[in-house]
């Protein structure tokens, strides 16, 4: 573990932020890139530290992202590794609470919606330490998704909200956060993605998978509520069956599912489906590479709704509800849930 030397506040400078950004699972990584970047060039205003929970600890659910995105090596590595939802926000706020005491920081950024974005928040606001929270604001309004519990304590505790969207913005003033502490700000998630774009180009996956411009289809699939559930990720396998008998469809397999695959007796199926190839989860660039290519993405990620509407590539996304709503009503997304004939429809519409 890798520590920089504690500055007390009284010793810096007035205009020297010392600030924490939180990184922890896939999702944040991409996020924080641009905003550890911006705080490097305007060394006489910021000292950024890189605080990793280790929520997400796989080479390439995590290491991959720091090499593709330039993101120095973490400062100091809070190791937490993978725990039932409770506990691992226990035990990240546990761990994260003595960085908070030792370095002093004058804020903590936390990004996101993942149980490391909660757990830091919670041990910044316990040691009266102020916390902004990138990507304030969303709201799927379904208290079934973690996420989203996740999201709605952030919001209630964070000193300052930064939101991608002005309906965050309304959301946020309908649970009577006062306006001050909103500020839209824009997606840093899309200025990852526009700073990436041109490097991803040079990308082998395409070719290393034998894959031309749009003639195929990419899967992502991570959501408890369908790779858990064997109904809803039967369902979603008939539509795939379908599908794939047109258009072959790549589909890099996150953790969670490869576990839930075996644990629900699912494999044998998702082996004979000829159309559908399983790989291992991709870098940032290289899965950059490949959906920005694609025809189509089936999808029950977050942010992958909202890189598709940017590109302004199709994209069904495989819940009954979304975060994001401007991806539908200005972008390129639908709302398809797990229904096999909805999915099916979907797709040939
Ligand atoms: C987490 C986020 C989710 C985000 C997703 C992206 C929460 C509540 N969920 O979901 O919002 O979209 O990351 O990937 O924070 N595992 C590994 N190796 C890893 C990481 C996880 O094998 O590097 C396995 C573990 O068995 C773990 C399971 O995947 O139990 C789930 O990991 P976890 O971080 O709890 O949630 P995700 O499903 O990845």
Same mark, same amino acid.
């Given at each position: 573990?890798? &520590?920089?030397?504690?500055?007390?506040?009284?010793?810096?400078?007035?205009?020297?932020?010392?600030?924490? @950004?939180?990184?922890?699972?896939?999702?944040?990584?991409?996020?924080?890139?641009?905003?550890?970047?911006?705080?490097?060039?305007?060394?006489?205003?910021?000292?950024?530290?890189?605080?990793?929970?280790?929520?997400?600890?796989?080479?390439?659910?995590? /290491?991959?992202?720091?090499?593709?995105?330039? *993101?120095?090596?973490?400062?100091?590595?809070?190791?937490?590794?993978?725990?039932?939802?409770?506990?691992? #926000?226990?035990?990240?706020?546990?761990?994260? $609470?003595?960085?908070?005491?030792?370095?002093?920081?004058?804020?903590?950024?936390?990004?996101?919606?993942?149980?490391?974005?909660?757990?830091?928040?919670?041990?910044?606001?316990?040691?009266?330490?102020?916390?902004?929270?990138?990507?304030?604001?969303?709201?799927? !309004? /379904?208290?079934?998704?973690?996420? $989203?519990?996740?999201?709605?304590?952030?919001?209630?505790?964070? /000193?300052?909200?930064?939101?991608?969207?002005?309906?965050?913005?309304?959301?946020?003033?309908?649970? &009577?956060?006062?306006?001050?502490?909103?500020?839209?700000?824009? @997606?840093?998630? #899309?200025?990852?993605? !526009?700073?990436? *774009?041109?490097?991803?180009?040079?990308?082998? #996956?395409?070719?290393?998978?034998?894959?031309?411009?749009?003639?195929?289809?990419?899967?992502?699939?991570?959501?408890?509520? @369908?790779?858990?559930?064997? *109904?809803?990720?039967?369902?979603?396998?008939?539509?795939? $069956? =379908?599908? =794939?008998?047109?258009?072959?469809?790549?589909?890099?397999?996150?953790?969670?599912?490869?576990?839930?695959?075996?644990? *629900?007796?699912?494999?044998?199926?998702?082996?004979?489906?000829?159309?559908?190839?399983?790989?291992?989860?991709?870098?940032?660039? /290289?899965?950059?590479?490949?959906? &920005?290519?694609?025809?189509?993405?089936? %999808?029950?990620?977050?942010?992958?709704?909202?890189? %598709?509407?940017?590109?302004?590539?199709?994209?069904?996304?495989?819940?009954? @509800?979304?975060?994001?709503?401007?991806?539908?009503?200005?972008?390129?997304?639908?709302?398809?849930?797990?229904?096999?004939?909805?999915?099916?429809?979907?797709?040939?519409?």
């Amino acid at each position: 573990m890798k &520590s920089s030397p504690g500055r007390l506040k009284s010793d810096r400078t007035q205009s020297m932020l010392k600030i924490i @950004n939180v990184v922890g699972a896939r999702p944040n990584f991409m996020k924080v890139a641009p905003i550890m970047e911006a705080m490097k060039r305007r060394k006489r205003e910021f000292t950024p530290l890189l605080v990793h929970t280790g929520q997400h600890y796989d080479a390439d659910m995590s /290491d991959t992202f720091f090499r593709d995105l330039d *993101l120095p090596e973490p400062d100091i590595h809070l190791g937490v590794g993978s725990a039932p939802r409770e506990e691992q #926000i226990d035990a990240v706020a546990e761990r994260f $609470e003595p960085v908070i005491a030792r370095e002093q920081p004058d804020w903590v950024i936390v990004v996101g919606d993942v149980n490391s974005t909660l757990a830091c928040a919670r041990a910044a606001k316990k040691l009266a330490t102020k916390v902004a929270h990138v990507e304030a604001g969303l709201r799927s !309004y /379904d208290s079934s998704m973690p996420e $989203e519990a996740n999201r709605v304590e952030t919001d209630q505790i964070a /000193d300052l909200l930064f939101t991608p969207s002005t309906d965050a913005d309304n959301n946020l003033r309908a649970e &009577s956060i006062p306006p001050g502490r909103i500020r839209l700000v824009g @997606n840093v998630m #899309i200025d990852s993605l !526009y700073q990436h *774009l041109e490097r991803s180009r040079q990308s082998p #996956i395409r070719d290393q998978l034998g894959l031309t411009e749009k003639s195929y289809a990419v899967l992502t699939l991570h959501r408890p509520s @369908n790779v858990d559930d064997p *109904l809803a990720f039967g369902r979603i396998l008939v539509a795939l $069956e =379908t599908i =794939t008998e047109k258009l072959p469809v790549v589909f890099p397999v996150h953790p969670r599912t490869r576990k839930t695959m075996a644990t *629900l007796g699912l494999s044998e199926r998702i082996a004979k489906m000829k159309g559908l190839r399983l790989i291992e989860p991709l870098g940032y660039l /290289d899965f950059l590479s490949l959906y &920005s290519s694609a025809r189509l993405l089936l %999808t029950d990620s977050g942010g992958i709704q909202e890189e %598709t509407t940017v590109l302004g590539i199709p994209c069904l996304t495989l819940r009954e @509800n979304t975060e994001r709503p401007i991806t539908v009503t200005m972008g390129t997304n639908k709302i398809v849930g797990t229904d096999t004939a909805r999915i099916i429809g979907a797709r040939e519409a």
